[in-house]
């Protein structure tokens, strides 16, 4: 015993151990010269003392007694391993004093604190056999609740992935609608023997809800732990490739709240492909450059991204607080980092030139003003909805259903989209108008009169000029805004295509392009059933004369000299202006540079 009771507090399975090996209890026979070692008055251990007499019984042998062969001493065994406020003569030190041997044997196994650590003892050792099957059930609940629990992970990452809402509005087991994810629990209980156990359990139980692994408590935590394992890949990922670039932009929530996007941009180190990757989305009430440069550092603090070594390029968009020279958020990472490139995405910029070009004059304002009215007016209700797709299906029986698009949405060239669509639906469009003016217009004059108003301008050949005009254009820089979203695409092939497109846009403004385009408005008249208003002379507006003037303004009294001029050739030129203020040529030696690496110019080289 003394070899290990001075290594106290011992573990469970050293306990267990110590119990099936019982107290050490040795024999003449097992001593040196068949006898125990004698002190200085010659007084020696006695096996005898291993035996309690019992008066009118047999003896009864002291399971608790141990001897030590290495230092002549003994010890109680129980007290030792599990004992409290024991004396250090039988736990530590060893009981030596033979003369009083018996009698302290006597008093210490009537103590308080040995009976209570025998009586222990003697409850683990009947236990002992017990332990192995509590074991084997331990384990069998585990492997139960790691297959429930791999089940309900696949679930959330299902919905997760899918951008689909997890809980009801009613999630009582006898409720019809629980909302996606305890739904998928019973779908999941149809096939899996575990889930489908554990259900039954929890329905059968009396227990609250939320003391189960589909609570809504465990449900947010699945979400978070999925999270957070992906993080942690990234973090990984990101610290291997070691050269990253940032993708930041933000938009109001269903709640009204302004939530910043983060994306990061890297090479993964083994399979060298460029992995694009969310990592935060953060609330922010104030959008300024430096606030947005906070939380801009704050996430990579959280994300252990080292921005100031690693960061080689920042992509963002066209706002002032985004690019100012000065408190923008891009100048701010550049004065501590310079290596950050400032990229702003060339299709949103062309979108932003496009956005110029529909409000730079009345003509532009008003076709696409209508365009927006039409689209509203007949989807307004369902009558007018079905009353646009009988005439379309009368009209075009061959086609595919073609919906009307709105003008003023954030989608890029949603103009374009607009405009093109009511063009090849026109027939259906001017036919529901005058349905819609004939039947509701009667009980409700408002809406025969802007049905009226919206049919009137949609056969003026001015409206058809103008909307020719800017299928011209659009015909140009739709193309090129495709091109600019493909993910093939390398810088200096985006900087060769908008200076293309720029070329393109300038030959537009001749004479001969504008009388093609007033042929292609003929055409279209032509092969319509209904008649156009014809294109009116504008009212001259005389100006006075002030003292000290002489000449007088050159008015244009040819509308159709007037739209080219005006109209046409105007918005030619604002585009042209536009492509000045968002396309500079800064940055184009370094797009240049960095082209090279792209896997076409990659691919051609080697």
């Known amino acids: 015993?003394?070899?290990?009771?001075?290594?106290?507090?011992?573990?469970?399975?050293?306990?267990?151990?110590?119990?099936?090996?019982?107290?050490?209890?040795?024999?003449?026979?097992?001593?040196?010269?068949?006898?125990?070692?004698?002190?200085?008055?010659?007084?020696?251990?006695?096996?005898?003392?291993?035996?309690?007499?019992?008066?009118?019984?047999?003896?009864?042998?002291?399971?608790?007694?141990?001897?030590?062969?290495?230092?002549?001493?003994?010890?109680?065994h129980p007290c030792i391993l599990i004992?409290?406020?024991?004396?250090?003569?039988?736990?530590?030190?060893?009981?030596?004093?033979?003369?009083?041997?018996?009698?302290?044997?006597?008093?210490?196994?009537?103590?308080?604190?040995?009976?209570?650590?025998?009586?222990?003892?003697?409850?683990?050792?009947?236990s002992l056999p017990l332990i192995p099957a509590i074991q084997e059930q331990k384990k069998k609940e585990v492997a139960f609740n790691k297959e429930v629990v791999k089940d309900l992970i696949d679930i959330t990452i299902f919905l997760a992935s899918n951008g689909l809402a997890f809980r009801g509005h009613r999630e009582g087991w006898?409720?019809?609608?629980?909302?996606?994810?305890?739904?998928?629990?019973?779908?999941?209980?149809?096939?899996?023997?575990?889930?489908?156990?554990?259900?039954?359990?929890?329905?059968?139980?009396?227990?609250?809800?939320?003391?189960?692994?589909?609570?809504?408590?465990?449900?947010?935590?699945?979400?978070d732990s999925i999270a957070e394992s992906i993080l942690t890949v990234i973090q990984t990922d990101v610290k291997y490739a070691r050269f990253f670039s940032i993708s930041i932009d933000s938009t109001f929530d269903a709640s009204r709240k302004e939530q910043v996007a983060f994306v990061i941009r890297y090479v993964q180190n083994k399979t060298s492909i460029i992995s694009e990757r969310l990592i935060a989305v953060k609330e922010s009430s104030n959008t300024s450059g430096r606030e947005l440069f906070s939380l801009f550092q704050l996430v990579c603090s959280e994300r252990n991204l080292d921005w100031k070594h690693f960061l080689i390029g920042q992509s963002y968009d066209g706002a002032p607080?985004?690019?100012?020279?000065?408190?923008?958020?891009?100048?701010?990472?550049?004065?501590?980092?310079?290596?950050?490139?400032?990229?702003?995405?060339?299709?949103?910029?062309?979108?932003?030139?496009?956005?110029?070009?529909?409000?730079?004059?009345?003509?532009?304002m008003d076709v696409f003003g209508n365009l927006e009215s039409v689209f509203t007016f007949l989807t307004a209700g369902k009558c007018r909805v079905e009353c646009y797709e009988r005439y379309?299906?009368?009209?075009?029986?061959?086609?595919?259903?073609r919906r009307l698009k709105r003008a003023a949405t954030t989608r890029w060239m949603s103009f374009s989209v607009a405009l093109v669509t009511v063009l090849d639906t026109f027939e259906a469009v001017v036919a529901a108008l005058d349905e819609i003016q004939t039947k509701e217009g009667a009980d409700d004059?408002?809406?025969?009169?802007?049905?009226?108003?919206?049919?009137?301008?949609?056969?003026?050949?001015?409206?058809?000029?103008?909307?020719?005009?800017?299928?011209k254009i659009f015909g140009i820089l739709s193309p090129v805004n495709q091109i600019l979203q493909k993910s093939d695409l390398d810088l200096l092939a985006a900087v060769n295509c908008i200076e293309k497109t720029r070329e393109s846009i300038r030959?537009?403004?001749?004479?001969?392009?504008?009388?093609?385009?007033?042929?292609?408005?003929?055409?279209?008249?032509?092969?319509?059933?209904?008649?156009?208003?014809?294109?009116?002379?504008?009212?001259?507006?005389?100006?006075?004369?002030?003292?000290?003037?002489?000449?007088?303004?050159?008015?244009?009294?040819?509308?159709?000299?007037?739209?080219?001029?005006?109209?046409?050739?105007?918005?030619?030129?604002?585009?042209d202006q536009s492509f000045d203020n968002y396309f500079s040529n800064e940055s184009l030696e370094v797009y240049k540079d960095l082209s090279l690496f792209s896997r076409k110019r990659l691919r051609e080289v080697f």
């Open 321 to 364: 607080n985004i690019r100012g020279q000065f408190e923008g958020l891009r100048s701010h990472v550049q004065k501590v980092n310079s290596s950050a490139l400032y990229v702003w995405c060339h299709a949103h910029r062309l979108n932003l030139v496009l956005s110029r070009a529909v409000g730079c004059c009345k003509d532009a």
């Open 83 to 126: 004992g409290q406020n024991t004396k250090k003569a039988w736990t530590l030190d060893g009981f030596q004093a033979w003369s009083r041997a018996i009698s302290s044997i006597v008093n210490h196994e009537c103590t308080d604190a040995h009976i209570e650590a025998t009586l222990k003892l003697k409850l683990k050792s009947i």
């Open 174 to 223: 006898k409720d019809r609608n629980r909302g996606n994810f305890l739904s998928l629990v019973d779908l999941f209980s149809k096939r899996s023997p575990c889930m489908a156990a554990y259900t039954s359990k929890l329905k059968n139980s009396n227990k609250k809800s939320h003391v189960s692994f589909i609570s809504k408590l465990r449900q947010n935590q699945l979400i």
């Open 392 to 401: 379309y299906k009368q009209l075009y029986p061959k086609q595919q259903m």
């Open 1 to 76: 015993p003394v070899s290990f009771c001075r290594s106290r507090p011992f573990s469970h399975e050293i306990i267990e151990y110590l119990i099936k090996k019982g107290p050490f209890q040795p024999t003449e026979n097992d001593m040196v010269n068949c006898e125990f070692p004698k002190d200085n008055s010659g007084r020696s251990f006695h096996t005898s003392w291993y035996w309690k007499d019992v008066p009118g019984c047999a003896p009864i042998k002291r399971q608790w007694l141990s001897y030590s062969i290495i230092e002549d001493k003994i010890f109680c």
């Open 445 to 471: 004059k408002k809406i025969g009169h802007l049905s009226g108003c919206l049919s009137d301008y949609l056969l003026s050949e001015r409206f058809l000029l103008i909307a020719h005009c800017f299928k």
């Open 507 to 575: 030959k537009l403004r001749c004479d001969t392009v504008f009388m093609e385009i007033v042929k292609e408005m003929e055409y279209f008249e032509l092969s319509s059933s209904f008649c156009f208003t014809k294109l009116k002379e504008s009212r001259i507006r005389r100006k006075k004369l002030m003292p000290g003037e002489t000449s007088q303004d050159d008015s244009i009294q040819d509308p159709l000299h007037n739209i080219k001029v005006n109209s046409f050739f105007y918005c030619l030129d604002i585009i």
